[in-house]
């Protein structure tokens, strides 16, 4: 089969359409053949040599994709050769097959097809396990949301819209706020031009986020501290802003709040499958009924993926950027 290999750390350059081993399939695993799969801000870190693969992962990137079944392990039940269905990876989407265990396997939610289906599995298992199953948002708290325009983000702002949040998003342009007020943002904060924690306390009558889903790392750590309401709930899911920052404890504990890290990918196979149940059950009723909706900005062969992460470092995007076999 043909995969989109890293040939070295560097640029999008790096990435080739290169022959490499088919796939094998475990006992506990089916074989996709791949029809799309996304570009996350997590395979850029890895081709640039940040993010490198969990023990056991295809070297090359691609953390989610959609496509046929193929293969069955001999210990699956539920999933037969010919379904459809969309996966959550530890890596190995870019290419025209992948082995993934069937506990990360999703069905197509009803309405969403096959190649649409790729943009799911990652961004709505990371948002529904961080403002969900950590954060515990509850209906009328305010939800504030770093990148409202990415893919993270307008799944963020339809769940949070979906569970009855008030939610609030930062952006880089008039465009982007736009978009994300279509999909039910109230409180719209352009970070190139204004202080988010000045506006959304303002707009909150002083409240300020029970829950911030945070992309930016130690950059917005003060601000998002400062934002922060009472018994309030911080979500570090990214390091875009960098890694180290000083804290004030002061703040932290006279606000009785919460500062909460995690990652997805290298989590065991036990609380991903976890997860993806959670948002099977959960989740994907509420993506049939139209409640909430991938986001796709554009579609690329999957051959032409260096020319895909141009465009996501550069955020000239909405949602999700997918590759297609």
Request: hydrophobic share 45%.
């Amino acid at each position: 089969m043909y995969a989109v290999v890293v040939e070295a750390p560097g640029g999008p350059e790096t990435l080739t359409w290169q022959e490499v081993p088919d796939p094998v399939c475990g006992p506990d695993e089916v074989v996709l053949d791949v029809a799309a799969s996304a570009v996350n801000r997590a395979d850029i870190m890895q081709r640039q040599g940040h993010y490198p693969p969990p023990a056991g992962a295809p070297p090359w990137p691609g953390l989610e994709c959609s496509g046929v079944v193929r293969e069955v392990g001999a210990s699956v039940t539920g999933w037969a050769v010919g379904d459809e269905a969309c996966a959550l990876l530890a890596g190995g989407g870019y290419a025209e097959r992948v082995a993934v265990p069937a506990a990360q396997l999703l069905p197509l939610p009803t309405g969403v097809d096959l190649v649409t289906a790729a943009a799911l599995p990652e961004v709505m298992c990371t948002v529904w396990s961080n403002v969900v199953m950590a954060a515990r948002l509850r209906p009328r708290e305010v939800l504030l949301v770093h990148g409202g325009g990415s893919g993270i983000g307008t799944a963020a702002i339809q769940i949070g819209v979906a569970l009855g949040a008030t939610v609030a998003v930062t952006a880089g342009s008039a465009a982007k706020l736009d978009r994300c007020a279509e999909l039910g943002a109230s409180i719209l904060v352009n970070y190139r031009e204004q202080d988010f924690a000045e506006e959304v306390r303002s707009a909150t009558g002083g409240h300020g986020a029970d829950v911030v889903l945070d992309i930016m790392g130690a950059k917005y750590l003060a601000a998002n501290l400062d934002v922060l309401a009472v018994q309030g709930r911080l979500v570090v899911i990214g390091l875009q802003g960098g890694r180290k920052a000083e804290l004030d404890l002061r703040g932290l504990m006279s606000k009785r709040a919460s500062i909460i890290g995690t990652t997805l990918r290298a989590r065991p196979a036990a609380e991903k499958a976890a997860i993806v149940a959670a948002v099977r059950d959960e989740l994907w009723p509420m993506i049939s009924r139209g409640d909430v909706a991938p986001v796709v900005d554009r579609h690329l062969p999957m051959r032409d993926a260096a020319e895909a992460h141009r465009i996501v470092e550069q955020s000239d995007h909405v949602g999700k950027v997918l590759l297609t076999t």
